[in-house]
């Protein structure tokens, strides 16, 4: 029976009835019913790692396992449990590595053989040092309770001690903790269980996996510190996916070799992902790639391989020069089956991060020892082509909603081996020259601190410092929305679309307490993608530079008419530019303001920081 704290205010009678299939249990009570005959048909599974479940007499039997991994506990619940575990475990510690906004800690546990659970012992240890964190959307809770059940079995059960022989972990069993606790059973209408589950966003509505590049959360602030604290060689960012019928059960990849990385991307397709499926594969579970449908409807016009940019865990990662691996397990299956596929893989990521540590350290090394003369600021879906392998699909069929009038996936429950459409997001939107440096004025020093915590160096200048730079002024910048839509806050900012910028050169002296950062470090790609306005994770795009839309000084028509007469008379020129322009733009011509504003922005009067970006290039000699 699930733990009754998990029940707030609905009576356990009609909350759960559990059906067992192979050992694993799943949800089919009156609550449910209703969603679940909405749901594509479930297929039968059954698999070795079913084993991995505790007894029910097991005294280390975790809260989940308790349920038949049906159900999941709560935060307190969660860290009872585990200060237990980790004050009868000499292999574990436990530290907060901060706080959120509703006052929780961020628990992180240190798992080691050595005993020394410092971030600079770990360093010094020589072992790899695995990273994984579950619940960054805490209604994707499956690593949590895949996670307690690995650190039990490698500790006091003794199942599994052999993985902290050769590799050290570090694992954040709920990342987004205020979204952990907004626990509801009608949280994921299109999720398989558990019983009840947390939210995808933080107290303020924030979702942390779009905050890799901009840090305004205290989670993803702390996460980053690790990152730059403890250097861990493999991160892993545990997750359910939304969307489309299939039969793998658990998804996952990096960026591929066409990104920032390409050498890290080369390892996790070609050593990390082959040898972690074998073992997903051995255990009776279906690994599959990382799948978004084009339509967001069903696979018939195939599925992006994604390249995500720098606001995501694993576009975060690779612009860092850290393997990072994203995983989507497939929220139509059950959690019993999703929770123990990710047992496997935290188990086979650390077993083979032991044998092949030398090999992404390599791979590591020499991404992190490029300096490239250009930098790709993102990537745009290219030519689709069809896939080499087997997909292993769901058979659907579309028919037109009557509510909707539009198309609808229906999933027929039976399997569907074919080739599938792949368009790869691997085209370049645009690129730029990598810098020498970048120069920050002192009145933009919130800019300067983000880049900081990132782990970048940053040079205050102590004295003032004049110097041949590139600046950028933005004419066509604009708050952003997609196509059709009201622009709106996105993620609590405004979004800016910086359009083509006008790229001027100067000798500018920048005073005492300005900020100088130089691109000759392992993370002069994250720093361009931070700061060059057309990248779309930079702070321009973020909207931390929107004071430069306010125009301050204006110019009347009395003194303008005269003025711009005076100009054209003694301007040949002008004159013909002046009659090009009412003759090609209809509302300009039927405009006396902006006909005035046109003479007005030609004037030394005119404000020559409007719209000009604040960060300046020093130019690579």
């Known amino acids: 029976m699930p733990h009754s704290s998990h029940i707030r205010g609905i009576v356990i009678s009609q909350l759960l009835a559990f059906a067992i299939f192979g050992g694993c249990a799943f949800a089919s009570d009156d609550i449910?019913?209703?969603?679940?005959?909405?749901?594509?048909?479930?297929?039968?599974?059954?698999?070795?790692?079913?084993?991995?479940?505790?007894?029910a007499d097991d005294p280390w039997i975790t809260p989940s396992e308790k349920t038949g991994l049906v159900s999941t506990s709560s935060y307190d619940e969660t860290f009872v449990w585990l200060k237990k575990l980790v004050n009868a475990a000499p292999e574990l510690e436990m530290i907060s590595i901060g706080k959120s906004l509703q006052g929780r800690d961020f628990w992180m546990v240190v798992a080691s053989s050595d005993g020394d659970f410092s971030a600079q012992a770990m360093i010094d240890s020589g072992k790899p040092l695995l990273l994984a964190q579950a619940g960054i959307h805490s209604?994707?809770?499956?690593?949590?309770?895949?996670?307690?059940?690995?650190?039990?079995?490698?500790?006091?059960?003794?199942?599994?001690?052999e993985l902290l022989e050769n590799t050290n972990l570090l694992f954040v069993p709920i990342f987004n903790v205020d979204a952990h606790e907004r626990i509801s059973p009608f949280n994921r209408i299109n999720q398989r269980g558990p019983v009840e589950m947390g939210w995808r966003t933080n107290a303020r509505n924030q979702n942390f996996n779009r905050d890799y590049a901009k840090l305004d959360t205290p989670g993803v602030r702390a996460i980053v510190q690790v990152i730059n604290e403890w250097k861990p060689d493999l991160y892993l960012d545990l997750h359910v996916t939304d969307g489309a019928d299939y039969q793998y059960d658990i998804t996952f990849g990096g960026n591929g070799s066409g990104g920032w990385s390409?050498?890290?991307g080369k390892w996790i397709d070609e050593t990390y992902q082959p040898a972690v499926a074998s073992a997903l594969d051995e255990a009776g579970h279906i690994p599959g790639p990382l799948i978004l449908a084009v339509n967001n409807m069903d696979l018939q016009d195939g599925f992006y391989v994604w390249n995500g940019d720098p606001r995501y865990s694993n576009g975060y990662g690779d612009a860092r020069h850290l393997a990072t691996i994203l995983v989507e397990n497939h929220s139509l299956k059950p959690y019993c089956q999703r929770v123990l596929g990710t047992y496997i893989l935290l188990a086979e990521s650390m077993e083979m991060l032991a044998r092949e540590y030398q090999s992404l350290r390599m791979a590591t090394s020499a991404d992190r020892g490029r300096r490239p003369e250009s930098v790709v600021l993102g990537f745009v879906p290219g030519d689709s082509k069809m896939g080499t392998d087997i997909f292993r699909g769901i058979a659907s069929e579309r028919y037109e909603g009557e509510v909707s009038g539009g198309p609808v996936a229906r999933w027929k429950g039976e399997a569907d081996d074919r080739l599938v459409k792949q368009v790869p997001i691997n085209q370049p939107v645009s690129e730029v020259k990598m810098p020498a440096a970048y120069l920050i004025p002192p009145e933009w020093a919130d800019v300067a601190r983000r880049v900081e915590m990132h782990g970048i160096e940053?040079?205050?200048?102590?004295?003032?410092?004049?110097?041949?730079?590139?600046?950028?002024?933005?004419?066509q910048a604009k708050i952003a929305a997609p196509s059709g839509w009201t622009p709106n806050p996105f993620e609590g900012r405004v979004r800016i679309a910086p359009g083509v910028p006008e790229i001027r050169k100067n000798k500018l002296t920048f005073p005492a307490g300005s900020f100088r950062i130089s691109t000759d470090h392992d993370l002069a790609e994250?720093?361009?993608?931070?700061?060059?306005?057309?990248?779309?994770?930079?702070?321009?795009?973020?909207?931390?530079?929107?004071?430069?839309f306010t125009r301050t000084e204006y110019a009347e028509p009395y003194v303008m008419e005269p003025l711009a007469q005076k100009m054209l008379a003694g301007d040949a020129e002008l004159k013909a530019a002046f009659e090009a322009k009412l003759a090609a733009d209809p509302d300009f011509a039927a405009s006396p303001q902006q006909r005035l504003m046109w003479f007005y922005e030609k004037t030394p009067f005119y404000d020559q920081q409007y719209l000009g970006y604040p960060v300046a290039r020093v130019p690579d000699s």
Do not use: H
């Open 262 to 264: 390409p050498a890290i």
């Open 458 to 475: 940053v040079e205050v200048l102590s004295e003032p410092l004049s110097a041949e730079v590139e600046t950028y002024r933005l004419p």
């Open 526 to 548: 994250l720093l361009v993608l931070l700061l060059e306005p057309q990248a779309a994770d930079s702070f321009f795009q973020w909207g931390f530079s929107l004071e430069i």
């Open 139 to 161: 209604g994707e809770i499956d690593g949590k309770d895949a996670g307690l059940m690995l650190l039990r079995d490698m500790t006091v059960s003794d199942r599994r001690s």
């Open 32 to 55: 449910y019913s209703d969603v679940e005959a909405f749901l594509p048909p479930l297929m039968d599974w059954a698999g070795k790692s079913e084993s991995l479940i505790a007894s």
